[in-house]
C-alpha cells in the first residue's frame, strides 16, 4: 500500500522558516514527479512546487518563488520543502502527492497518491 507522509509543520513567526518533508513508502519504482500542495481556510487547494524524479526539473508558484526550494532523496524516498521568509499568506495544510504518469505539474489531477497533510502557521 502506497503511503505519503509529510511532516515538519508548525507554527513560526513571520520571516522564519520550515523545512518539510514527505516520506513514501510501499513502491518499488521511482515515481514520475513529487509535487507539494497547500490549502488554506476557506481557499481551494493550490499548487506550491514539484520536482521530476530525476531532479533535474523543478517548478514553483510565483507566490513562493525565490523563497523555496523543492529537493529529493532517492535513496531515502524523501522529499523536502525548504520555505523560507514565511508570511502570514503561507499559512495553510500543505500537502505532498506522488504522481504515476505524465501532465502538467501544476495541476493536482496529475498526482495519484496524497499525504494527509501538514499544518504550517505563521504568525505575526
Known amino acids: 500500500q502506497v503511503q505519503l507522509v509529510e511532516s515538519g509543520g508548525g507554527l513560526v513567526q513571520v520571516g522564519g522558516s520550515l523545512r518539510l518533508a514527505c516520506a513514501t513508502s510501499g513502491r518499488t519504482f521511482s515515481w514520475s514527479a513529487m509535487g507539494w500542495f497547500r490549502q488554506a481556510p476557506g481557499k481551494e487547494r493550490e499548487f506550491v512546487t514539484a520536482?521530476?524524479?530525476?531532479?533535474?526539473?523543478?517548478y514553483y508558484a510565483d507566490s513562493v518563488k525565490g523563497r523555496a526550494t523543492i529537493s529529493g532523496d532517492n535513496a531515502e524516498n524523501t522529499v523536502y520543502l525548504q520555505m523560507n521568509s514565511l508570511k502570514p499568506e503561507d499559512t495553510a495544510v500543505y500537502y505532498c502527492a506522488a504522481s504515476n504518469g505524465r501532465g502538467s505539474y501544476y495541476y493536482a489531477r496529475r498526482y495519484d497518491y496524497w499525504g494527509q497533510g501538514t499544518q504550517v502557521t505563521v504568525s505575526s
Open positions: 520536482i521530476s524524479w530525476s531532479g533535474d526539473v523543478t
